[in-house]
C-alpha cells in the first residue's frame, strides 16, 4: 500500500514537472517569435513614417498577445507583453521630428517637443465560466460557456506635456483596440456522450 | 508459491504500466521538440525575405507587410516531424 502511495506521489511531483518544462519549451519559443517580428515590423514602420514624412522618426510598438493559460479556466487564457522600438533617419536636408507609438491595434503621434519617459499600462478583467451537465437515458450532454471582458488603460506618461492615455477593450478577434471598449467575449461548447 | 506469483504479477503490471507512461512521455517530448523547431525555422525563414526587401521599404513604394507568409503547424509536423 505505501509503495503505491509513493508511485503516486512520484508519478504527480514529476509528471507536473516535466509538463511545466515542456509548456515553458513552447511558450518561451512564442515569445521569440513574437520578438522577432515586433522588431522587423518597428523598423520598418519607422522607415516608412521617416520617408513619408522626411523625418527622423521613432515608431515604438506596445503589444499584449493573448496567449494559451494552461492553469486557468475554460477559455480564460492570459494577456502577454512584447514591445519593441526603432528610430531612423531617412531624410533629404533639415529632418522634421516625429514620434509615433503603436500600441496594439491604435496608432498614436506624440506631440513635437514631448519626451514620454515611461509606459504604465492597468487592467480590468472580469471573466465567468460556467459548465452544465444534462443526462438521459440515451447521452450525456455537457455545454461550457466562458465570458471575458478585458480592460487594458495605457498611459504614457510625458515629460514637457500632458501624459497620453489610451484605454483599449478586448475584442473577438484576441486583439486590443480603443473601438472593443466593453466588449464581452464569448466562447461555448458542447459535445454530447452516448450511453 | 501462491504468494510470489502475486509479487511477479504486481511487477508485471509495474512494468507494463511504466512503459505504457513512458511511450506517451516520449511522444509529448517529441511534440513539444517539434513545435520549439517550427518556431526556429520560422525565425529562420522570415529573415532572408525581409532583408530582401529593406532598400525597397525605404522608398515611394515600399511592399507589403508581412514581407514573407508563416508557415502553418500541422498535425503531420508535430508528429512525424515534416
Request: proline share 4%; glycine share 8%.
Amino acid at each position: 500500500m505505501n509503495n503505491r502511495a509513493q508511485a503516486t506521489t512520484e508519478l504527480a511531483v514529476f509528471g507536473s514537472l516535466i509538463l511545466i518544462c515542456l509548456a515553458v519549451l513552447v511558450s518561451y519559443g512564442q515569445s521569440l517569435q513574437e520578438q522577432q517580428i515586433l522588431q522587423q515590423q518597428a523598423f520598418r514602420k519607422a522607415l516608412k513614417k521617416a520617408y513619408d514624412e522626411n523625418a527622423f522618426a521613432s515608431y515604438n510598438i506596445i503589444k499584449n498577445p493573448r496567449t494559451a493559460n494552461l492553469f486557468g479556466g475554460y477559455g480564460e487564457g492570459s494577456r502577454g507583453g512584447a514591445s519593441s522600438g526603432a528610430s531612423v533617419a531617412w531624410c533629404l536636408g533639415d529632418p522634421a521630428e516625429k514620434n509615433y507609438y503603436e500600441i496594439n491595434e491604435d496608432e498614436i503621434e506624440v506631440p513635437t517637443g514631448t519626451k514620454i519617459i515611461d509606459v504604465e499600462t492597468q487592467a480590468s478583467t472580469t471573466y465567468t465560466a460556467r459548465e452544465t451537465k444534462f443526462e438521459d437515458p440515451t447521452a450525456a450532454t455537457t455545454t461550457k460557456q466562458a465570458r471575458l471582458t478585458d480592460t487594458l488603460t495605457t498611459t504614457l506618461k510625458a515629460d514637457g506635456g500632458s501624459d497620453i492615455t489610451i484605454t483599449q477593450g478586448l475584442g473577438a478577434d484576441g486583439r486590443y483596440r480603443q473601438s472593443t471598449v466593453g466588449q464581452e467575449v464569448s466562447k461555448d461548447k458542447e459535445w454530447v456522450t452516448p450511453h | 508459491m501462491g504468494y510470489a506469483s502475486l509479487i511477479n504479477d504486481k511487477k508485471a503490471q509495474v512494468t507494463l504500466e511504466s512503459a505504457l507512461a513512458f511511450i506517451a512521455l516520449i511522444m509529448l517530448l517529441y511534440g513539444s521538440v517539434n513545435i520549439w523547431l517550427w518556431f526556429n525555422r520560422n525565425l529562420a525563414e522570415r529573415q532572408p525575405p525581409y532583408n530582401q526587401t529593406r532598400v525597397a521599404a525605404g522608398s515611394s513604394n515600399p511592399g507589403q507587410w508581412p514581407v514573407s507568409s508563416q508557415r502553418p503547424i500541422t498535425e503531420s509536423w508535430v508528429f512525424e516531424g515534416k
